[in-house]
């Protein structure tokens, strides 16, 4: 994915934005109730990201956008599980292939079955005047959730519950990655959060079906 791109892995199997309807909407006062919150929350949603945009960070600015595109198609992942497989015992095999069955399966369900319907376009980064030296290249595809963070704390959550010992630095890393998004002006604060909390989600129920198929074979040996 180049940015956002992750057929297999982050944001490129996801229609492109051209000509749709967008859920975000012009501030609308008179209205109440869900709608008055939605439409807060989508307020508070720009404005957070405009904040970011006019924040001058120099010294974060080219690390994490690299930072960024060394996550499209899910590469780091693939190479911590890769390092985990090779170097690793029976144990890190484990989590390698149950991180990695994480990873395509919220790419799947973030791409494929989010995206279509929710129809968000990507922030105006023009707009906001995101500097230049932030910009990795604006995915087509729609913004909510961001696949990127899918795919990132699925994986972290799976390897990180299988190997406690690095936890910790996974989700701190993936934490990076979602907040990256942001950063770099492709997604808005709450495409993350919410690519975070699925992806967490999915780690869980994988690993727990991962776990299940284990003890279905051990308990057939």
């Known amino acids: ?35 008055g919150v939605i439409s807060d929350l989508g307020r508070l949603d720009r404005a957070v990201y405009g904040v970011i945009a006019d924040t001058p960070t120099p010294n974060l600015d080219v690390p994490l956008r690299e930072l960024s595109s060394l996550a499209n198609h899910s590469k780091i992942w693939f190479a911590i599980a890769g390092g985990l497989a090779l170097f690793g015992g029976e144990r890190h095999r484990r ?15 973030a791409n494929a079955a989010i995206k ?20 990795v ?10 696949g990127h963070s899918a795919s990132a704390f699925a994986f972290a959550q799976a390897v990180g519950k299988e190997l406690p010992f690095i936890g910790v630095p996974l989700r701190g890393l993936a934490g990076a990655v979602a907040y990256s998004r942001v ?10 959060i919410i690519g975070s909390i699925i992806g967490a989600s999915i780690g869980d129920v994988t690993l727990a079906l991962v776990r ?3 003890r279905r074979r051990t308990a057939r040996a």
């Open 1 to 35: 994915m180049v940015d956002e791109p992750d057929s297999a892995l982050t944001d490129e199997g996801a229609p492109p934005v051209a000509n749709r309807t967008s859920i975000d909407v012009l501030p609308d006062e008179s209205l109440t109730g869900i709608a």
């Open 95 to 109: 989590a390698a292939v149950s991180g990695v069955i994480s990873i395509g399966a919220a790419s799947l369900i």
């Open 116 to 135: 279509p319907f929710t129809r968000r376009r990507r922030p105006d980064r023009e707009g906001e005047d995101v500097p230049d030296v932030r910009e």
């Open 137 to 146: 290249p604006m995915p087509t595809s729609t913004s909510f959730p961001s």
């Open 183 to 192: 950063h770099t002006g492709v997604h808005y604060p709450s495409d993350v």
């Open 212 to 214: 299940y198929g284990r």
